[in-house]
């Protein structure tokens, strides 16, 4: 039934149903034309802008940064604790998903957290079929796919979040990964999410050929220079994240804040210099 101004004011209507229907005639006036209030609903430009909201949900985080080198995969990112009472132990945006596969995320933080509580999942399972650890390009495509899946139903909401998933794999070697809300997922060799990622990848664009050949130290401090170039700041060791994989038999690490102190003083001394 097509409702106009005249059929909203019929007579013999009471005067509650007047009302109903003017508020209902006001709602298609004011939001009919839009494509945004459902996720499954194309614009006519083909554009799903619930897709594009979720996107800026998970851009609004903080930046990461992640980058391979010759056998070693490091990820970086910003450590910001929100509350001077809570304990700053507690806050972290670096999980380890195996032994061997860990992930940066960013975007909302509740939204992350059930991301790396499936992905957790999904690994473990893996493993219990199967024998053996699920490959890092497999848990992504995996990720993928069931983001995907909440792209095409108006019950479900897209995982605000972006994650970066770093591994050295068995026969791949050095991997980094990135997963978007889309359910799209592509291997790099350095990737950035966040509100600085264009300015991240346009750093790790000028030097993608050397950081094939890096070692640890090297691709270490590469990311950390990296974060602090787009971020426009120096660093002390309590305000960043770093994480490392090393080596085929290597375990996903998180640095502590004596480390990455150690490696901030390379830098500015290599400055310097």
């Known amino acids: 039934m097509v409702m106009t101004s005249d059929s909203v004011l019929t007579p013999g209507l009471s005067l509650r149903s007047k009302c109903v229907n003017l508020l209902l005639l006001h709602f298609l006036v004011v939001y009919g034309s839009n494509y945004d209030h459902h996720i499954s609903i194309f614009s006519p430009q083909g554009r799903l802008y619930q897709m594009e909201y979720a996107f800026k949900a998970a851009n609004s985080g903080l930046t990461g940064v992640a980058i391979r080198g010759k056998d070693t995969v490091t990820v970086v990112t910003q450590k910001k604790v929100p509350d001077r009472l809570m304990e700053a132990s507690s806050v972290t945006h670096l999980f380890a998903l195996t032994p061997k596969i860990g992930c940066c995320v960013t975007g909302v933080m509740a939204d992350c957290k059930n991301f790396v509580q499936r992905a957790r999942y999904e690994a473990a399972t893996f493993a219990f079929d199967n024998g053996y650890q699920m490959p890092v390009a497999s848990l992504a495509k995996r990720m993928a796919d069931l983001a995907q899946v909440n792209t095409q139903s108006a019950s479900m909401r897209p995982l605000a979040c972006i994650s970066l998933l770093i591994s050295v794999d068995d026969e791949a070697g050095p991997s980094v990964l990135r997963v978007d809300c889309a359910g799209h997922y592509l291997p790099f060799h350095g990737a ?21 050949e890096f070692n640890e130290e090297q691709t270490v401090r590469t990311a950390i220079t990296c974060l602090g170039s787009v971020l426009g700041s120096d660093f002390r060791g309590s305000e960043i994240e770093v994480a490392t994989v090393a080596g085929n038999t290597g375990k996903f690490n998180v640095l502590s804040e004596d480390e990455i102190e150690t490696h901030l003083n390379a830098i500015a001394d290599d400055a310097d210099s």
């Open 192 to 212: 950035a999410a966040g509100p600085k990622e264009q300015e991240a990848m346009n750093f790790l664009e000028k030097r993608v050929e050397e950081m094939l």
